[in-house]
Antibody, heavy 114, light 107 residues
């Protein structure tokens, strides 16, 4: 079945970086865009960007330009999201998503605290 | 960037009633790339509708989506107890954006 499995929770200090993985199974990896979405505690959903696993091209939310990098590894059917220069306001649950497959990862909690 | 708004912010209804949720985009959404999600506390969102009107796999037919251009609607017929949740719309052109959500609560 269609499944996205993300890496585990992270605790980081301000200024550090975090890299989250999302491993896909149950569908053709290169056929669909992978989106990254985050949700701060008690808040709504925020789109961060997307990666096309076919060619690695990316589109990022303007707010995160310069701090976020998304990539894919077609040998392992895995996409990655790295966020740099972390701030306390980056504390959130981070999800990967494939929209037309209706697939969401289980979420990765990132806590940024000194 | 396309700004997406949702109304109302909160909808108070009883089980068995119909819910009508609105999603409006600041510009026309290309190819009707509009999705609706349901989210319950502590859970990841669940896709209900994609392409403005296509029900996702396993979604009951009491959920329906309609609209085009800048105005979209999610209708939930005969609310079941498990339907009380927060609903988000997302336009998934590039770049994508989410609406702020509509909470459907028990009256």
């Amino acid at each position: 079945q269609v499944q996205l499995v993300q890496s585990g929770a992270e605790v980081k200090k301000p200024g550090a970086s975090v890299k989250i993985s999302c491993k896909a199974s149950g569908f053709t990896f290169t056929r669909f865009f992978f989106h990254w979405v985050r949700q701060a505690p008690g808040q709504g959903l925020e789109w961060m960007g997307r990666v096309n696993p076919s060619d690695g091209s990316t589109v990022y939310a303007e707010k995160l330009q310069g701090r976020v990098t998304m990539a894919r590894d077609t040998s392992t059917n895995t996409v990655y999201m790295e966020l740099n220069s972390l701030r306390p306001e980056d504390t959130a649950m981070y999800y990967c998503e494939v929209i037309t497959q209706g697939a969401w990862g289980q979420g990765t909690l990132v806590i940024v605290s000194s | 960037e396309i700004v997406v708004t949702q109304s109302p912010g909160t909808l108070s209804l009883s089980p068995g009633e119909r819910a009508t949720l609105s999603c409006r985009a600041s510009q026309s959404v290309s190819s009707n790339y509009l999705a609706w999600y349901q989210q319950k506390p502590g859970q990841a969102p669940r896709l209900l509708i994609y392409g403005a009107s296509n029900r996702a796999t396993g979604i009951p037919d009491r959920f329906s989506g309609s609209g085009s251009g800048t105005d979209f609607t999610l209708t939930i017929n005969r609310l079941e107890p498990e339907d009380f949740a927060v609903y988000y719309c997302q336009q998934y052109g590039s770049p994508s954006t989410f609406g702020p959500g509509t909470k459907v609560e028990i009256k």
